[in-house]
């Protein structure tokens, strides 16, 4: 190797691709995207409710079809993903003598510089600062074999959220009994106290999305500059454990196609047959009940966990079974590039969509309704899908990806091997 090859090559130690992982984590992509354009669009409490913050013609079926097949399922999808990527990550750092954990933590700390830089110029719903500071407590257990992590994970995840769960069914109790007009004073009181803090914080949104770039950044600093931890917080108990869980899938060889066709086909039967009627059957409940405020963000944010775990494993098989069909496919190609700039697809499709709906571009939120929303999916799936191929033929990773190697590995000694 002569004196002026590049450094990077010596000293970044690319993952070797997994293509199954990749086709899966576009659909995981694609699928966010059917969640977060609504968050695009309007401010953050309408993805907690179709009546928030108003209802409109069209609203509450879109949110039901969208509520059973995708909210939180992606989600949880793209986070077992993200897991599996820290430990090809530490494992590629190693086999180069790098110390892994130490590289991926300064890897983690560039993204969450990202995803600070994410929230303040363009949208309040990034998940990379959240991400990249529960992948620092995920990378702590990353000698871990297979089963500690996935035990340590489902643990976490099924005691944190069983515990959260008796509050927020007592709530909705009870707020049930106010709405019926027989509730305790207290309960009224606090019922009433709700319904401010959501309307503030739809018309704080409302002023940010209307204001220009200059005007909407400063209004995030000045605000809620402590947003992304408080999301950090909130998602917790959700990121973590799914974190641990996709470590310890990825051990067993999942992304790999190690587990039989059998074994396959009874995960993704039981956890979409399962997870999916336990969803439908919140989603009868909520419309029955005309989407009590109290009710939808503790069904949203806790009382449908399970059910998400439960249809994300269940999509994960269904999607390893499909892989071997599709890989060699313009369609699988495809899928597997997005997937491969996963990184650069997720801003791209802030600034896409932010350019669209916000003040200080087309401002398309500001007059249309929420039943033309759904419209938009489709924009966005074509402009994740179409440049990746192209690209990835003349390049070695996406835009957003290279920048971000870069950094990770500025400074770094060359390895020895």
Not at 63 to 79: D, P, S
Not at 128 to 157: D, K, S, T, V
Not at 312 to 332: E, F, I, V
Request: proline residues 6%; charged residues 10%; aromatic residues 12%.
């Amino acid at each position: 190797m002569s004196p002026t090859t590049d450094h990077a090559a010596i000293a970044d130690p690319v993952p070797a691709r997994i293509a199954g992982l990749d086709f899966v984590r576009a659909v995981a992509l694609l699928g966010i995207l059917t969640i977060n354009v609504t968050g695009f669009w309007g401010p953050a409490m309408a993805t907690f409710s179709p009546h928030l913050p108003r209802a409109e013609p069209g609203g509450d079926l879109w949110f039901l079809i969208a509520f059973v097949l995708f909210e939180g399922k992606m989600r949880a999808l793209f986070t077992l993903l993200f897991g599996a990527s820290l430990l090809l990550f530490v494992d590629a750092a190693d086999r180069r003598g790098h110390w892994g954990p130490g590289i991926q933590a300064r890897r983690l700390i560039w993204l969450a510089v990202f995803g600070y830089a994410h929230y303040l110029l363009f949208w309040w719903g990034d998940i990379l600062f959240p991400y990249a500071l529960c992948g620092l407590g995920a990378l702590l257990l990353c000698r871990l074999p297979a089963m500690p992590l996935l035990i340590g994970g489902l643990a976490l995840f099924v005691v944190s959220h069983g515990l959260d769960a008796i509050g927020v069914i007592q709530g909705i109790c009870a707020e049930q009994a106010v709405l019926a007009g027989h509730g305790l004073a207290a309960d009224r009181t606090d019922e009433a106290s709700m319904m401010v803090r959501i309307a503030d914080s739809i018309a704080e949104d409302r002023h940010i999305l209307a204001a220009s770039f200059g005007a909407a950044l400063r209004l995030r600093l000045e605000t809620a500059p402590w947003r992304p931890f408080q999301t950090m917080a909130s998602i917790f108990t959700e990121t973590m454990p799914l974190m641990l869980i996709g470590m310890a899938l990825h051990r067993t060889g999942l992304w790999r196609g190690a587990w039989s066709r059998r074994t396959l086909w009874q995960i993704a039967g039981w956890g979409i047959g399962l997870g999916g009627s336990i969803t439908m059957g919140l989603a009868w409940w909520i419309d029955a009940h005309g989407f009590p405020p109290r009710a939808m963000f503790g069904v949203i944010e806790n009382l449908t966990a399970l059910p998400h775990l439960a249809m994300a494993l269940g999509y994960a098989a269904a999607l390893m079974l499909a892989w071997p069909h599709l890989a060699t496919t313009a369609a699988g190609r495809t899928m597997a590039a997005t997937g491969r700039t996963a990184f650069t697809n997720y801003l791209g499709t802030t600034m896409l969509m932010t350019a669209l709906f916000s003040g200080w571009g087309l401002g398309l939120g500001t007059w249309t309704g929420r039943g033309w929303v759904p419209l938009f999916i489709p924009l966005g799936w074509a402009a994740m899908l179409a440049w990746p191929g192209w690209w990835l033929a003349r390049h070695r990773q996406g835009p957003f990806e290279a920048v971000w190697r870069r950094l990770t590995w500025l400074g770094v000694a060359p390895s020895k091997s």
